[in-house]
């Protein structure tokens, strides 16, 4: 089965820094990969997500995620952030052929004004 | 409007308590699962139903039962709560890869 691991447990900045949130996956097929937000006591938004083709994906919000194959790899950034940025993140997978969708433990991205 | 909902939003029960944490959704989706979030280890997955009557375990199911009688409803059941069972449930649906749903979430305490 597919699974999901976020380096960075905690991540402080101050606005306009600029971030990148760690994503690895590991899973031998074909995966789609996700990123989902969770602003404080509210539920889980999409991001953006990866299917196929190019392989970097922009989201809303400024946000954009690079796929790298050959890394296993799905890492979240923008390049300046606001402090209405101050969520949880959290990077999902799902192999190509069904909707078992695997998170990962979740990155909480605090922003300093 | 296109939802998942979940019933209730926030439960304190004791343990050994019978109780049932219900979720629906109108989009007539095939897929449905729960998942249960926790400081440090993320959503990991309870049960998963692919389609009425066909229902299979994640990666945390002890504790817990699903049932699937309707396309509709999923609802997750513990027959006998205890206090690592503390944590906040999340019912999710889609009908393919490209969007899955969310309910609400349900805070539960178990005492």
Redesign the interface.
């Known amino acids: 089965a597919q699974s999901v691991s976020q380096h960075n447990h905690h991540v402080i900045l101050s606005e306009a820094a600029s971030l990148e949130l760690g994503c690895n996956y590991s899973y031998g097929g074909t995966v789609n990969l996700f990123w989902y937000v969770q602003y404080p006591g509210q539920h889980l938004q999409l991001l953006l997500k990866y299917f196929s083709g190019d392989p970097l994906v922009k989201g809303i919000k400024g946000f954009e995620a690079e796929f790298i194959k050959s890394k296993f790899s799905f890492n979240l950034r923008k390049p300046s952030v606001q402090w209405s940025d101050t969520a949880e993140y959290f990077c999902a997978v799902n192999a190509y052929n069904n909707n078992d969708m695997r998170f990962g433990a979740g990155t909480r991205l605090t922003v300093k004004p | 409007e296109a939802q998942v909902t979940q019933n209730p939003r926030y439960l304190i029960t004791v343990t050994g308590k019978k109780l049932t944490v219900t979720c629906s959704q109108n989009m007539n989706h095939e897929?449905m699962?729960w998942?249960r979030q926790d400081p440090?280890?993320?959503?990991?997955?309870i049960y998963?139903s692919?389609n009425v009557e066909a229902t299979d375990k994640?990666?945390v199911p002890e504790g817990y039962k699903v049932s699937r009688k309707e396309k509709r409803n999923f609802p997750l059941i513990l027959e006998s709560p205890s206090p690592n069972q503390t944590s906040l449930y999340?019912c999710?649906s889609?009908r393919?890869?490209?969007?899955?749903y969310?309910?609400?979430?349900t805070r539960l305490t178990v005492t």
């Open positions: 897929y699962s998942y440090g280890l993320g959503l990991r997955q998963y692919m994640g990666d999340f999710a889609s393919d890869r490209a969007r899955v969310f309910g609400p979430g």
